[in-house]
Structures are given as C-alpha cells and as structure tokens.
C-alpha cells in the first residue's frame, strides 16, 4: 500500500517555507525522504525511525509521528536548489526488511 | 557523479530482442535494489537482493530476469518486453538497513 503524500505540488517564492506530509494506513517502522530533479536520479534526504526524534540538516528538517503515522519534512528559507519532487518511501516491518514503497510525489518549485 | 553506476544509459530494443542491463556499486553496500520509474511517477520496487540472495521479488513478470553475480554488481536481463515496459530503470545500493539508499543515474529504456 502506497503511502499518501500532500500536497500534490507546491510553489514558493524564494525564503518562503514549505511542508510536506506523508501518511500511511499501516504502522510504519521507518519514513525516508528523497528529492529528485528532473532528468535525475533521487538523492537521499534523511531516515526517521520508529521511536527517533526529529531529523534535520541545514534548512530540512523532518518528524516522525507514530500515533498518527505520518511524517513531515520541513523546508525552510527556501532555495532555488530545494526545486524538484520530493518522494517518501516507507518500511513497514519486521516481515519486509528492505521494502521501501514510495509515495507520489511532491513537485516543488521555487520561483525567484 | 553517482557512486552507483548504472550501464548502458539509454537502450532502444525491439520486443524480440534479448538485452541487459548493468549496475554496479563499490561502497560495500550488502544490499542492492531495481526499481522502475514511469514518467511523473515514483520509483516502483522491482527486486532485491541482499548478501547477493534474491530476498524480495515485487511479482515482476519473468520477461524480467535479475542476477547478482558478486557483492558489487547486479544485472536485470530482458527479453521479449513489451511497449509498456519503456521506462527509467533505476538501480539502488545501501549498507544495511535503515540506512540510505544510493542510486544511480538509470537506464532510459524504449520498447519498439
């Protein structure tokens, strides 16, 4: 199953912040983020755990909620660099180690 | 530059024709992924392999073949495919699990 991410697509202004969110119907054990331009490959963003706290690096930061098993991802100041689609991927368990679903996508633009 | 290498970049087959698809990866990493990639899409789980075993098969038709000769590279062999499987075809390594995964720049492939 699928994760749910939203919103579908997002445009910002340069410095504006940004929120993305993905929810899953299942218990999660474990949420990554990656960003992915066009024409390229996906790039690694950051792992939340089942019992982690907040995740951040530079201006992206991402939590994890386990009651509600969701997970946002955090964009501050915004970048023209932060443009592309942002996926998550979800592992669900002990019984499908590896196993990382992918969200739709969020495309994200970042206008001067 | 990605550490995942992923050869040829770009393949044009006809729906009879037998091809392969290569990757390779020296970081070490003990599990390696193929994953398909339709356009405005996220990237869809193929297979995986882990400790050079085939741990997890996504009910990939068998015109799809995978083989990981060694620790490092992992081959996808086609044969008989039909237009439906023209796609990006991304290939994935990663240490252990809960850990990020790396992946490499794809083979954009076309069916005739």
């Known amino acids: 199953q699928q994760p749910v991410q939203s919103p579908q697509a997002v445009i910002l202004r340069e410095g504006e912040d940004a929120v993305i969110n993905c929810s899953s119907s299942k218990a999660l054990y474990s949420v990554h983020w990656y960003r992915q331009k066009h024409g390229e490959a996906p790039v690694f963003l950051m792992i939340?755990?089942?019992?982690?706290e907040q995740k951040g690096h530079d201006k992206i930061s991402a939590s994890f909620n386990e009651k509600k098993q969701q997970s946002s991802l955090y964009l501050t100041a915004s970048q023209l660099s932060y443009s592309g689609t942002y996926f998550c991927?979800?592992?669900?368990?002990?019984?499908?180690?590896?196993?990382?679903?992918f969200g739709p996508g969020t495309s994200l633009s970042v206008i001067p | 530059d990605t550490e995942v290498t992923q050869t040829p970049k770009h393949l044009v087959m006809g729906m009879t024709n037998k091809k392969s698809l290569k990757c390779e990866q020296h970081m070490g990493h003990r599990a390696m992924y193929w994953y398909k990639q339709k356009a405005k899409k996220p990237p869809e789980l193929m297979f995986v392999y882990s400790y050079e075993k085939l741990s997890i098969n996504e009910s990939v038709p068998s015109r799809f073949s995978p083989e990981c000769p060694n620790s490092s590279l992992l081959n996808l062999h086609l044969h008989a495919l039909q237009p439906e499987d023209s796609a990006l075809y991304l290939c994935?390594?990663?240490?252990?699990?809960?850990?990020?995964?790396?992946f490499g720049d794809g083979t954009r492939l076309s069916i005739l």
């Open positions: 994935a390594s990663s240490q252990v699990r809960d850990q990020p995964q790396h």
């Open positions: 991927g979800t592992e669900w368990g002990k019984t499908s180690y590896d196993k990382v679903i």
């Open positions: 939340l755990l089942k019992g982690g």
